[in-house]
């Protein structure tokens, strides 16, 4: 079965730094990976989408990569800002229609 | 402006008093799903549809049922709620043709507790 973790759960950095959030999965025959933010007390904001034949997916100052075979996604974050703050969630589609979450990234960027 | 709804998006009930949760999106998207999410948790997909008629059930179905009579609609139904179901509830819908499925789009929630 599969299972996605996300480490760590939580995270404070400056602004302006650069940063990378990770999500791992158990399965690698996956069909596609989503990363999501969440703002407190929403729903959930798709970022990005990375089907299972791509590496990497860019938007803005968003990036995420895919590695299927180490079971890896990262989300990387360039020059972050305190909108930016957020908790960041992966999903998994393993091609069964059943899409499985990580529990998620709580980020706060300081001003 | 595309959309997922969902109503109510605060629900205060009592054990075993049954409640529908309506989910309508504007997309014309095959693809329907449901989710809880709990503290620690994270979110578990409940039930999806791949279309009109057609339904299966996620990790977490126990204590709920769907339908999918037309497109655009998936409601969620309570038979008889309990405390265990107590949680922040999400509708989303995504276009899925063949194997490949593109962005979930996400309702705003449905805050559900249940006495």
């Known amino acids: 079965k599969q299972e996605v973790t996300q480490i760590p759960a939580a995270l404070s950095v400056p602004e302006g730094e650069n940063l990378v959030l990770n999500c791992s999965f158990t399965?690698?025959?996956?069909?596609?990976l989503q990363w999501f933010r969440q703002d407190p007390g929403k729903g959930l904001t798709s970022l990005l989408l990375?089907?299972?034949?791509?590496r990497e997916q860019t938007s803005g100052r968003l990036n995420a990569s895919l590695d299927k075979s180490s079971g890896r996604s990262t989300l990387y974050i360039a020059a972050s800002q305190p909108g930016d703050s957020a908790t960041y969630l992966c999903?998994?589609?393993?091609?069964?229609?059943?899409?499985?979450f990580g529990t998620g990234t709580r980020l706060k960027v300081l001003a | 402006e595309a959309q997922v709804t969902q109503n109510p998006r605060y629900l205060i009930t009592v054990t075993g008093k049954k409640l529908t949760v309506t989910c309508s999106q504007n997309m014309n998207h095959e693809y329907m799903s449901w989710y809880r999410q709990d503290p620690g948790l994270g979110l578990r997909q409940i039930y999806y549809s791949m279309n009109v008629e057609v339904t299966d059930k996620g990790d977490v179905p126990e204590g709920y049922k769907v339908s999918r009579k037309e497109k655009r609609n998936f409601p969620l139904i309570l038979e008889s709620p309990s405390p265990n179901q107590t949680s922040l509830y999400f509708c989303?819908?995504?276009?899925?043709?063949?194997?490949?499925?593109?962005?979930?789009?996400f309702g705003p929630g449905t805050r559900l507790l249940v006495l």
């Open positions: 399965d690698s025959a996956i069909y596609n």
């Open positions: 989303a819908s995504s276009i899925h043709t063949g194997a490949i499925q593109e962005t979930q789009y």
């Open positions: 999903a998994c589609d393993s091609g069964t229609y059943k899409y499985i």
């Open positions: 990375i089907q299972s034949s791509q």
